[in-house]
């Protein structure tokens, strides 16, 4: 975040003129001159199929849970089966970076 030197209020990194005190911004040598930085992807090192794993896993989960709870009250079988696809989801989002750490940098 940039900062007016003289009022020390946030102004966009685009201003050449504080809106407040109308004193010339300094822009050089500050971070608005930095280039964007490039975002880094989850498991970017991997192929696009190894994305359906938590995908896959989470819809096993909930195949697993929804049978689990066939029997169950209507409270348990409404509750239940969501729950195991957010935990399969996310068991299979670790299994990702997991794998994603034992594969080389591209
Ligand atoms: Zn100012």
Wanted: glycine share 8%.
């Amino acid at each position: 975040m940039i900062f007016c030197p003289e009022c020390k209020i946030a102004v966009d990194p685009e201003w050449t003129i504080c809106p407040t005190c109308s004193i010339l911004l300094d822009q050089t040598g500050g971070p608005t001159t930095r280039p964007v930085e490039e975002v880094e992807r989850y498991a970017s090192n991997l192929a696009w199929f190894y994305h359906l794993i938590p995908v896959i896993t989470g819809l096993m989960a909930l195949g697993i849970g929804d049978y689990l709870v066939t029997d169950s009250n209507p409270l348990l079988r409404t509750i239940f089966p969501p729950f195991c696809l957010i935990v399969g989801g996310w068991l299979g989002l670790i299994l990702l970076g997991i794998i994603s750490s034992y594969q080389s940098q591209p």
